[in-house]
């Protein structure tokens, strides 16, 4: 069965860096592409950046760009964000979601169960 | 990027009623819309993609439909584990953009 299970969350000074990591296991990673959306305490979904099946196409949300990066490994059936700069708004539950497989275009059908990060001095 | 603006933002009705959530798209697009289920401490459960096809698993109760800008999500005959927030989401082009959400609840 599908599974996504995130990792690395935690709590953080202001202006330091994190790493989440999402393990995927139950299906063939390297065909799907994979997202990052987070919820901060009582706000909605916010979808956050989304990386093609290969690792060559990536895209982040205004507010994080050039402070977040996307990347995977497919060898490892793994999904990064790296967090640096962190900010008090990006505290959040972050999670990972599975999303189009090669020549689809497809919703988030499978979700982490989140990993929460809080930035707070 | 394309916004997407649900309305109500909650709203509360009796067991057995029908309800219906409004999503409305800032720009018009192809048939990449879906909505969600968010519950309290629980990961979203994807309900139905492309505009209105019920994800496996999802009780009938569930509909979708729309085009264009204008898409809307109904629960005939809510029942007690419904309560939730739903989010419509555009998936079809990033920023793939969800809707702020509609917080449902019993009478």
């Known amino acids: 069965q599908v599974q996504l299970v995130e990792s690395g969350g935690g709590v953080v000074q202001p202006g330091r860096s994190l790493r989440l990591s999402c393990a995927a296991s139950g299906f063939t990673f390297s065909t799907y592409a994979m997202h990052w959306v987070r919820q901060a305490p009582d706000k909605g979904l916010e979808w956050v950046a989304v990386?093609?099946?290969?690792?060559?196409?990536?895209y982040v949300i205004d507010s994080v760009r050039g402070r977040f990066t996307i990347s995977r490994d497919n060898s490892q059936y793994t999904v990064y964000l790296d967090m640096n700069s962190l900010r008090s708004d990006d505290t959040a539950v972050y999670y990972c979601a599975r999303g189009d497989k090669v020549g689809s275009i497809s919703a988030f059908d499978f979700w982490g169960q989140g990993t929460t990060v809080t930035v707070s001095s | 990027d394309i916004q997407m603006t649900q309305s109500p933002s909650s709203l509360s009705a009796y067991v057995g009623d029908r309800v219906t959530i409004t999503c409305r798209a800032s720009?018009?697009?192809?048939?990449?819309l879906a909505w969600y289920q968010k519950k309290p401490g629980k990961v979203p459960k994807l309900l139905i993609y492309a505009i209105s096809t019920l994800q496996s698993g999802v009780p009938s109760r569930f509909s979708g439909s729309g085009s264009g800008t204008d898409f809307t999500l109904t629960i005939n005959s809510l029942q007690p584990e419904d309560v939730a927030i739903y989010y419509c989401q555009e998936y079809g082009t990033a920023p793939q953009t969800f809707g702020q959400g509609t917080k449902v609840e019993i009478k």
């Open positions: 990386i093609s099946y290969h690792g060559k196409n990536k």
């Open positions: 720009q018009g697009f192809s048939n990449y």
